[in-house]
Each structure stands twice: as C-alpha cells, then as structure tokens.
C-alpha cells in the first residue's frame, strides 16, 4: 500500500512548476573619468633671439638662435570624461555606444624679458617678422586642444577570452596657438616707423581707439585648426588574467579615416589683423590600445581603473600651419597655402569608472 501511494503521488510531483533560470542581463551602462596627456605637435620654432646689437631694420635677415620651440608647450594632464551604453543582443553578440570629451588642455610659455635686452623674434614665410615693441616685454605662446569622440561598435564573441569588434567612429581634434606680447604697450612704438620702408601707417595707429589708453593690442598671430575625422575601425578585446571577481582585459583598434580638416591664421600687420583660411579633405589613421582592471563589487556593478592610448595621424595641428600662411607688402596680404595635415599626436593616460548591468 506505501509503494502505491508513492507511485500515485509521482505524476502529481513530477507535473510541479518549475523555476526558471535568471536571466542574464541586457544592458550595460559606464560612467569614467579620464585624466589624459598629450604627447607630440608640428614641430616649428615660435621665438628667435637676435643679438640686441643689430638693428630694426636688419633683425628679419639677421643670424638668430632658437629661444622656444612648438614642442616646447607640453599642455600635461587634462580630465575628461566617457559615456557607454552596450546592449546584449545574446551571448555572442553585444552592441555599443560611447561619448568622451576633454575640451581643456592648455599651456603658456614666455621667453624675456633680456637683460641685456636681445631682439625677441617671430619669424614666418613671406617676410613675416614679429618683435616686441619695447624692451620690457616678453614674448608669449598659448596653445589649446581639445578632444571629442563618439563610436558605435558591434562585438562577437570569438572564444570564452577574446571579442573581435568593428563598427563606426567620428573624432573631432580642435587647436589653436596664439602669440602676444605682454605686457601691454605704455606708448605707441612710433620709433619703428621708417618713412623708407612704410613699416607702419603712424597716422593710422594714432587713430586707433584705446592705443594704448584703453586697449590691449591683437594677437600678432592667432591660428585655429579643426579636424573632423570619420572612420571604419576593427579591433578586439581579450581577458588577459581572470581570478575570482577580479579580471584585467586588453583592447586594441585601429582604423582608417577621412580627415575633413581647416584652419584659420589671423595675422596682426601695422596693428591691423589680416585673416586667411583653407580646408582640405585627406586620408588620417587612429589607433588604440589600452589595459582595464575590472572588480565586480556585485552581479550588478563593477569597478574599473584602465590605462589607454590614442594615436592620430594624418591631421592638422595648429603650429603646422605657420609654413603654410603667406604674408606679402605693398599692397599687404595674408594667405593660407593650403592646410597642412602631415602631422601626428599621441594621448594617453588613466581611466577609472563605474559599470552597472541589468
């Protein structure tokens, strides 16, 4: 009778709802903050020194030394951030989107002051050719960049460690280098005008509002550069260690681009500033590797701290222009021959952020 019993009652156990599996989650969203360094520029010499015995009107042709370098304006390490969204279609295949931005780096660099008092110099092609006005001014560079990038990214997985992706990316690269020279001047530079060259217009200056009352005088020279790069780009994503909750992934990707690239110079002749401008399309590449160590604090948040790099090739950087900007006389002209885009620069630096799935 026991045994009948039993046997009745297994249809009935066996019929039971089950449980279902929990489900493996969707979506992924990630919150970094980046600090990143900028390495490399177009490589141009900014500030000449010419020996204080030679005279105005020779200090264009005269021998000079090198006083400061585009390479020498290291902008250092700028803080960002990065966006990400990536939704899980199944186990093998993910797709993701991104936005990061750094809009700030910056650097300053003055040479002079001289005692005893040299000619501090800008020279350019075309007969260019920028002093200070007296001799208690320094000559000054500043030189910005900024950085944005979005991506859009389909991943497979190849095996249980490596994901190969491609997918889409745009990169925009912004600089601009001004030069000037502080302080400003306390009374106009009359002593530079020569009724035999008609270096300046003094009746003109004379007439210019807040010379030098009121206002500072332009930039002499003042170049903003901006590249648009569109691009196809491949890579892949490997577990290099895994223990426990804690695990270290490697990335590399790399692509090739279409650099929409322009600037713009404005150059300050007799005080007045003259404008020029050029844009270009070319063939840029962009590449990038980096490490990330992930701990996973819960099944639903982890923790991670990375280092990357990015390289650029093929763009315009603003110290590259300067040989590409033409000034002429009688009749004055500024003109831009072409955008130059032979240029590269490398960013690298930390990572660290938040990943929360669901």
Sequence with gaps: MLLAAVTLAMPAISGAAQPEPPKSPRWTLSAEALVLDRV?????VLVERVPGDVTFANVSSAVSNPALNSTDLEQGYTPGFRLGAAYHFNPKYDISVSY???????????????SPTDWLVMK?????????????QSMTWDYSTKLYNAELNVQRKFSDRIKILGGFRWLRL??????????????????????NN?????????????????EDLPPFWDTTTKNDLYGIQAGADAVLFERGRFSVNGLVKA???????????GVSIQKKVYE????????????????????QVTKSMALKLGYEMLWLEGVALAPGQIEKTYCAYNPISVTAQGVNTDSGTLFHGVTAGLEVLF
Excluded: M
């Design 124 to 136: 350019a092609p075309g007969g260019f050719f920028q002093t200070q006005d007296f001799s208690y």
């Design 276 to 295: 020029s401008n050029a844009r270009t399309d070319h063939a840029a590449f962009v590449g990038e590797a980096g490490l990330r160590c992930k701990y």
């Design 174 to 195: 912004k600089e601009n280098l001004k030069g000037t020279i502080p302080p400003r001047d306390r009374d106009l530079p009359l002593w530079k005008f020569n009724p």
């Design 255 to 265: 692509g090739g681009y279409w650099n929409h690239a322009s600037e713009s110079t």
């Design 100 to 114: 990061s931005r750094i809009d700030d780096w910056d650097t300053t660099e003055s040479v002079g002051p001289d």
């Design 198 to 214: 008609n270096l300046f217009d003094v009746a003109r200056i004379e007439g210019l509002p807040g010379i030098p009352n009121t």
């Design 40 to 44: 490399g520029t177009a490589r141009r």
